[in-house]
Structure formats: C-alpha cells, structure tokens
C-alpha cells in the first residue's frame, strides 16, 4: 500500500479498500494537504480493478471536524476565487464505485460535507453533525446547503445552517440522512461499512456501477428525465456477460460467477 502522512489505506475485505483520516490532533480538520491526498488515494482505489467498494471513516473522536479554520483564517477573495479553493474537494462525488462514510465523533462544516458526498452514511451512535459555519461568519462551502436541504428536507437544512447547531446520530437516522446508527455491541460502524462494502463487492461491478449512477440521477435530473435514464441503462445490462450470467444461474438454481464485464 502507498504510505501518506494524513491518511491510511488498507484492504480489509475481499473487493473493498478502506480509507482513514489521520489528522488525530487537529480532529482530521481538512486541510489542503489532507485533500489532495484523499484525492490521491480515491482516484488510484477507482481505478483499481481489485477494488469494487470503498469506506472513508476518521477516528472514534472525529469524522473530520470541519476544513481547516487556521489555514484558512486569512486567506483573501482574490485568492480563493481565483484559485478555485475547494473546487477540487468534489472529487470523490465523481468516482464509479460506490463509497460509504463510516461517521463517528465530530462530522460537522466540510467533514459533514464530506459524509455527504459520499453515497451511503453509517453512524455511530456518537456520531455529531452539524454545520456550524455560520459561528465562523461565513456558510457552507462543500455542498453543505445543497446536499443536506436535498438529504433532510428545507426546514431543517435552515434551522441547521442557520443556527449552527449540531445534530445528533440518531436525528439524522429520523431524518433519512444516515442509513442506520450502528449500535457499538455491533462491533463498531468502521466493521458494519466494511461488512456493507464486501456485501457490494460480492455483486457484478458492472451492475453496481449502473446503480449508483441511475439513483444519483435522481438528484440531478426531473423524474421524466430520470425514468428515461433509468430504463435506457437497464436497458444497456443486456449488453453485459454478467446479466447473462444472472438469470442464468437464477434459471438453473445456482450461484452465478460474476466476470464483472
Ligand atoms: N480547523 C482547524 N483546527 C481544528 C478544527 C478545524 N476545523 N477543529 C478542531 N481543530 C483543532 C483545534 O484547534 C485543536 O488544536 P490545538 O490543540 O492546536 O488547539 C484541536 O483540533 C482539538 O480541538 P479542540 O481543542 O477544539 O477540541 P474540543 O473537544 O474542545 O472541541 C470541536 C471539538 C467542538 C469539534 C471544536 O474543535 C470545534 O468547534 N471545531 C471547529 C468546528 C467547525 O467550525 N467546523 C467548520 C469549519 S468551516 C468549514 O468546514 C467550511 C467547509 C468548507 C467545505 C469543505 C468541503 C469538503
């Protein structure tokens, strides 16, 4: 595995590469160096053939507690306009495989951004998000008002970002913006991503990929649009080895071996 200074990487599962933020004294604050790492690491584990899941988690005290407040403290218009700061922080909102945040501790301003872009969301019950940019002077930056207004709805993405208030593990559970709060006799959220990815892994890459790409549709496109897109793609799984493979080992009442093309 290639070494980095601000995260780790390793395979715990068949198919499935697991990515921890290392920044433990500044609560994995995102910093530049951070991201382009993280960066790194995603790009590289999506093009990997080996690799069919991926999990991003923190440590037991912090998702990631937000960007970097000190380096960015003094930064001017002209530069982080010109320099398209944070531009680049999309990146992993742009992979094929699918990718679970495994959330524990502190996930607020970019760090619960960055759960958000992520395509499933598993919290620990210690998990707290927030978006407390407003106390800062500022707002959102990484999607924080589009993607959590889409995840829980107007009233409550206001009175969050508005208020600066975190929320718990549990409220995000209510809310529809988690999946599930894992609880820790469960051996921990980090294991239940894991378990989830190799779940994932276990299917035909090929199909996965159609299915993340046909549900994020329907954040992005009118329903019409969506349906069209949805039926066009399902339509394209015939041209595949593994939907031949599907129904055949269905028909003949075996398991089918998945050649991911
Ligand atoms: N940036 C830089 N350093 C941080 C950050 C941060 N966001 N959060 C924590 N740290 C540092 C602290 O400065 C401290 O460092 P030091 O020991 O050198 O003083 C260390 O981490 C430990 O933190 P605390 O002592 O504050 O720990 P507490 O347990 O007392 O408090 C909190 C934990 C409540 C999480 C507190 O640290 C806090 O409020 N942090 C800031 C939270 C915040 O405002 N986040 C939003 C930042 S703005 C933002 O994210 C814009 C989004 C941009 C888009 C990103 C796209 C992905």
């Not at 053939?49 to 218009?77: C, H, N, P, W």
């Not at 709060?181 to 469960?186: A, K, R, T």
Request: glycine fraction near 10%; include cysteine.
């Amino acid at each position: 595995e290639k070494q980095y200074e601000f995260i780790l990487t390793s395979r715990p599962a068949e198919g499935v590469a697991l990515i921890t933020l290392n920044r433990p004294k500044a609560l994995n604050a995102l910093s530049t160096p951070l991201f382009t790492e993280l960066n790194d690491a995603v790009k590289r584990f999506d093009e990997d053939d080996s690799v069919r899941a991926l999990v991003l988690t923190g440590s037991d005290r912090a998702f990631a507690a937000g960007a970097d407040i000190k380096e960015m403290k003094d930064k001017q218009f002209s530069e982080v306009f010109k320099g398209k700061f944070l531009e680049s922080w999309g990146l992993l909102t742009t992979i094929r495989k699918p990718i679970i945040a495994a959330v524990s501790g502190y996930a607020l301003g970019g760090g619960c951004e960055l759960a958000l872009m992520c395509d499933i969301i598993l919290a620990s019950p210690s998990a707290k998000f927030g978006q407390p940019e407003i106390n800062i002077g500022v707002i959102p930056g990484g999607g924080g008002s589009q993607r959590l207004a889409h995840a829980i709805g107007k009233s409550r993405a206001m009175e969050i970002v508005l208020t600066g208030r975190n929320f718990t593990a549990q409220e995000a559970s209510d809310w529809g913006m988690v999946s599930r709060v894992v609880p820790d006799e469960e051996g921990g959220v980090v294991k239940a991503a894991v378990d989830m990815a190799a779940v994932i892994a276990s299917k035909s890459a090929i199909a996965v990929q159609a299915g993340k790409e046909v549900v994020n549709a329907a954040f992005e496109h009118t329903l019409a649009e969506g349906l069209r897109y949805e039926r066009r793609l399902f339509h394209g799984m015939f041209a595949t080895k593994d939907q031949k493979e599907g129904m055949s080992a269905f028909a003949e009442k075996r398991q089918p071996k998945w050649s991911h093309s």
